[in-house]
């Protein structure tokens, strides 16, 4: 399980709407990639994202 989380105080512009799982990283890239990244490459291939703030941006990325 990897916890999607929600707003945060120190990322709060850029989480007024979105998650911040969703929040884009390098242009290309959302920061739940990272942990998804690493799931696969540990060959965790069966992977639950719990979400709670937002979970529409994230939902729609993954």
Do not use: W
Not at 7 to 28: D, H, M, N, Q, Y
Not at 37 to 60: D, F, K
Request: contains cysteine; aromatic residues 10%.
């Amino acid at each position: 399980m990897i916890m999607g989380g929600g707003s945060s105080e120190s990322l709060s512009v850029l989480t007024e709407i979105r998650a911040e799982p969703a929040v884009p990283f390098g242009g290309k890239f959302r920061l739940i990639d990272f942990p998804l990244s690493n799931c696969v490459n540990s060959e965790i291939y069966n992977v639950a994202v719990l979400t709670q703030y937002r979970p529409y941006s994230l939902n729609n990325h993954i």
